[in-house]
């Protein structure tokens, strides 16, 4: 028996290959269908099923092409009703794998077709559970992501809360836990790095998952501070539900070269966005005025998600040679379909072609201390709230990047900002934003609060006026 666990790290997104004799199982795919393919002619196997826990919210699944390229069953839960052709099964049924066997479990609460999937070994001993989204390594999946449920998030909470307690919880401790996610995706409120645990392990650290918990405890404390999901979080479940293109047809749009005249052709025509994807220094340095960074070093798919509301917008792309189709297959595992091609050459390209360049204003947190030292300065801290609320300069502006489409208003175009996230990443993504929309009085600290803390600037010292 072959369990891989296939972590992608930018969508914090886990995806299953299970293996046992010459039959493989796949759960929740990520929308690319080679890696699980190739993994199953390598080990001469064929892919039976393919089981997705619940209708995704944060990412598109691979299922649909998957199918058609194996024809593998796919596989949903109680309740599930796609606009396309499935195994529905019920709660308990179970499916051989060569000699184990997977179980389905209804494990509602997330949403409401949500399921487990239990791996039962060849000697018939309960192995691993895989729980979608229902049950992470120190948290749980946040009860109102469901697709056009007249139930709250409350009444969901409640299910999930019976899903745990008569479902999952009974299995023995031994028993793995498989989630769908890990640290720094948004369908919880505080995951584990650890991608996955015992279950004996998770009762006693979960704290969803204590024995002496109430049901009405249970519903405050899951509910409490949640914050609205991004954006495209249902636009990404309706897709899943609805259907979509095939990836290869995605692909083979994007994946174009254009030279600069007809890159710009491109721009004015189709309304395009012009999205960079090099590094923060790099795009900081130099960049075409106007572009939008989000480099393919970080949460690219996630932030272009979270901040472009229009998922069919037209993107044309910079990136580095040879990352071109990472580009078009990230932004496509979030729905972003649309990309129609690159600039062949990148910003070199642009360069030589006459074309003026843009850049991002920035200081060192060294050079950002000298000047706390002297002056009285705007401070931006674009984190997020929990980030600004545990550590902050004081009196600095909390406008998260995740919110700065509905928090403009906080940001005075006449006055001068130092902006900063954690590392750097997401405040040059709050910039090139900000420039794109003509306001250019912000200057960026590279290496965002860890360069500042090493710089010795203190969190508490500095009083910076407010905006109000």
Not at 120 to 132: K, L
Not at 331 to 352: E, F, M, P, Q, T
């Amino acid at each position: 028996m072959k369990i891989e666990q296939l972590y992608t790290g930018c969508l914090a997104e886990a995806a299953y290959y299970i293996e046992n004799n010459g039959e493989v199982a796949i759960i929740d795919p990520l929308r690319e269908t080679e890696p699980y393919i190739k993994r199953a002619e390598e080990n001469d196997a064929k892919i039976k099923y393919i089981f997705e826990t619940h209708f995704h919210a944060d990412f598109v699944s691979g299922h649909l092409d998957l199918a058609k390229k194996t024809g593998a069953q796919i596989i949903y839960g109680p309740t599930a009703k796609p606009d396309y052709e499935i195994t529905v099964a019920e709660d308990g049924q179970v499916f051989k794998l060569g000699n184990v066997s997977l179980k389905l479990i209804h494990t509602p609460g997330h949403t409401l077709e949500s399921s487990s999937i239990l791996l039962i070994d060849e000697e018939g001993n309960d192995h691993a559970i895989f729980t979608g989204d229902a049950l992470f390594i120190g948290d749980v999946g946040r009860p109102d992501l469901a697709v056009k449920s007249d139930l709250s998030k409350e009444d969901l909470a409640g299910m999930l809360f019976d899903s745990l307690r008569n479902k999952i919880m009974p299995l023995g401790d031994d028993v793995l836990v498989y989630p769908n996610h890990g640290a720094g995706s948004a369908c919880g409120k505080n995951m584990s790095e650890e991608t996955y645990d015992s279950l004996g392990h998770q009762k006693k650290t979960n704290y969803a998952l204590r024995a002496d918990m109430s049901k009405e405890e249970f519903i405050k404390e899951v509910t409490d501070g949640i914050l609205p999901p991004p954006q495209y979080f249902p636009k990404n479940a309706v897709i899943n539900k609805s259907g979509y293109q095939s990836i290869d047809d995605v692909i083979e749009k994007g994946n174009v070269a254009f030279n600069v005249d007809t890159f710009l052709a491109i721009v004015e025509a189709e309304d395009a966005l012009v999205l960079d994807t090099r590094s923060e220094d790099e795009f900081s340095k130099e960049h075409i005025p106007g572009s939008i960074f989000a480099g393919l070093n970080g949460q690219m798919a996630m932030w272009v998600g979270a901040l472009i509301t229009d998922i069919n917008q037209p993107i044309v792309f910079i990136a580095d040679e040879g990352t071109e189709q990472e580009v078009i297959t990230r932004l496509a595992r979030v729905g972003y379909d649309n990309s129609l091609g690159y600039l062949k050459g990148g910003l070199d390209a642009w360069k030589a072609a006459g074309k003026e360049t843009d850049s991002i204003n920035s200081v060192t947190a060294e050079g950002l201390k000298v000047i706390l030292e002297t002056e009285k300065v705007n401070v931006l801290d674009v984190r997020k709230t929990t980030e600004y609320e545990a550590e902050h300069v004081e009196d600095a502006i909390n406008v998260p990047l995740d919110y700065i489409n509905s928090m403009m208003d906080k940001i005075d175009p006449e006055k001068t900002y130092y902006t900063h996230c954690l590392g750097g990443y997401r405040s040059v993504i709050f910039n090139s934003i900000q420039k794109a929309r003509g306001r250019h009085k912000l200057i960026d600290v590279k290496g965002g609060s860890k360069a500042m803390l090493e710089a010795g600037i203190s969190m508490t010292d500095y009083v910076c006026p407010s905006t109000k």
